[in-house]
């Protein structure tokens, strides 16, 4: 469970990146995250993941207060950023292990997990080969890879699929799907509307920091008497028609 109360950062004094932001995405749920470019999704993320702090407001993961114990929040989740270009230097499996050894993954868990995880992102035969020579989707893979290597009950994804090929993004997408099966959360932020409309079971729309709506497509629907697409409805609520 992720929980934000009257969330507010504020950049160089004047301008509000988000602005009294309170959401709390439960168990069981993937939770897609929405917005224009600079309407405070990074933000909002960077805040939830301790990278940076907020002005105003608590955030608690799975009860924790992040501020007040940010290791033990830090340890209650995984974080796929934007960026995959991370460890450029190490190959496939010094990457894995070095993240199994930051969370304290016992050897006999991390290698059954490991393999697991190359197979079902098709990895295995490149994991000796430094990440460098890596494609762009080959690095987001090995990195969602080290980020589900301590099996972590919450998924913080910023553009996950993002240079993902078809086979790939459908089984993060069904991954995403069990783990939220089994009673755990995906936070999930992403520019690809069709997708958050048919995979999230609710959305939350932010613009210039503010949260616009938060809740199912359906009850979207019904908020602006719509049966649009999310896209459409999307675009007109964040004044981009």
């Known amino acids: 469970m992720i929980e934000l109360a009257n969330v507010t950062k504020i950049y160089n004094g004047v301008h509000k990146a988000v602005d009294n932001l309170t959401l709390t995405i439960p168990q069981g ?7 224009p470019n600079g309407a405070g999704k990074t933000t909002t993320i960077k805040m939830i993941t301790g990278i940076i702090s907020p002005d105003q407001g608590t955030i608690h993961i ?51 997990r490991i393999d697991e995880l190359a197979r079902r992102f098709n990895l295995e035969s490149v ?6 020579s890596y494609s762009h989707g080959m690095r987001q893979k090995i990195v969602i890879m080290g980020v589900l290597i301590h ?6 994804l910023d553009e996950p699929l993002t ?7 459908y089984t993060l997408k069904e ?17 690809v509307l069709e997708v958050a409309e048919k995979l999230c079971d609710r959305v939350a729309i932010i613009d210039k920091g503010v949260i616009r709506f938060c809740g199912t497509f359906k009850e979207m629907q019904d908020h602006f008497k719509s049966n649009d697409s999310l896209e459409k409805i999307f675009l007109e609520m964040t004044g981009h028609e």
């Open 29 to 35: 749920e993937i939770f897609g995250f929405l917005g």
């Open 62 to 112: 799975n009860g924790v207060d992040a501020a007040k114990h940010s290791l033990e929040a830090k340890k209650q989740f995984g974080y796929v950023p934007d960026s995959p270009d991370l460890f450029l230097r190490l190959k496939g499996l010094e990457y894995l292990n070095f993240m199994a050894d930051m969370y304290d993954v016992p050897k006999e868990v991390r290698k059954p």
């Open 127 to 132: 994991l000796s080969d430094p990440i460098q």
């Open 151 to 156: 099996n972590p009950s919450v998924w913080i």
């Open 163 to 169: 240079g993902l090929d078809p086979k790939s993004s």
């Open 175 to 191: 991954m995403m799907r069990e783990h939220t099966n089994a009673g755990k959360t995906v936070f999930f932020s992403t520019h």
